[in-house]
């Protein structure tokens, strides 16, 4: 393997100044509380970290440079796209992953299948400029999978979706289109659609190598959190892949693009309202509410752009004073 196979490229290398030319660039593969670890092209290494870091501002997939000799981590370069995400009650977003190029958000064919949590992941991915695509799993369990895929391919313009067994090596062919040397895909989704089982197919990994897998309760389809970490692997074939713990909520905040990008059709239509501050709900004039009476627009959609939008701005810290609803910068530093 080389650094290019690894996702390094001409805007990671334009970030290295001379004086950094004794140093090496690794690309974070694991982040614990306490220390993390990286990929060389030829190994993994545990990082030496400095007093003074916090290691919730690090993410999986992150290129940072590093002294050669000693592991020791020296800085952090700039980003291509972030991962991330507010959790209830967390001052800071938690980092999912770094630099992705493409995000498989994984659901199942199955009960547990949910048009407004996938909606969720779509602008987490909008937002942070990955391309997203859905991968409909254990479609190999159901009878007709098209009926699966008919439920999520309106959900955002142009939607990619596809649908495989995680489990079996077809799934590799499935992916290959987004899988090439140089391209890092990550897998987020809810507890037990199969993010590992397709690690592990893409990885060729089996045995101890391998993800742990774990079963789903009869019940509710729900899975056992089994992955309890973030972790980055190479692909069989090219590629990188990092695996991600099931989320059971998703919530939104900082979103801007994200929404936009995900509800085009109702974006689209704003600016034909009566009023530029138009909500959409009551006013005389609206053009999203016309379209919803003359059955172009669905209206649960629009009930689901509400309910999102109206979480990110309650999500979203803002400021109130001279300069109005100017965003604060959240607090950097140890969670
Ligand atoms: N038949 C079939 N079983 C699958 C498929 N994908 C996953 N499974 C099974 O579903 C269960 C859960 O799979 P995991 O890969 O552990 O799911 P996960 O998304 O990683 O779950 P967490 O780590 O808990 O977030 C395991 O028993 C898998 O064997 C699939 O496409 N077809
Ligand atoms: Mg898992
Ligand atoms: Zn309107």
Redesign the pocket.
Known sequence: MNLAALGWSPFFAAQIAPEDAHLQPVRISNVHRARMSAQSPAETLRLMLPHHISTADYAVGDWVLIEPETTLLVRRLERNSLLQRRTEGGRVPQLIAANVDTLFI?T?CNEDLNPARLERYLAMANEAGTHPVIVL?????VEDPAFWRDQVTGLQRGLEVVT?????ESARAVLAPWCGAGQTVALV??????????LNTLTGKTGEEA??????READAK?????TSRSLHAITGGGTVI?T??IRTLHVSDLSVGLDVLFTEITELAPDCRFRDCTHAHEPGCAVQAAVKAGTLDPARLERWRKLSEENISNTPVMTGPRGNRKVKAPSGRR
């Open positions: 994984a199942s799993t254990k479609a190999d369990k495989l067994d995680a489990t079996s989704g809810s507890s037990g659609v199969g993010k590992s089982s397709l993800q742990l897998t774990g079963g789903i899975g056992r959190h089994t992955t695996d713990p099931g």
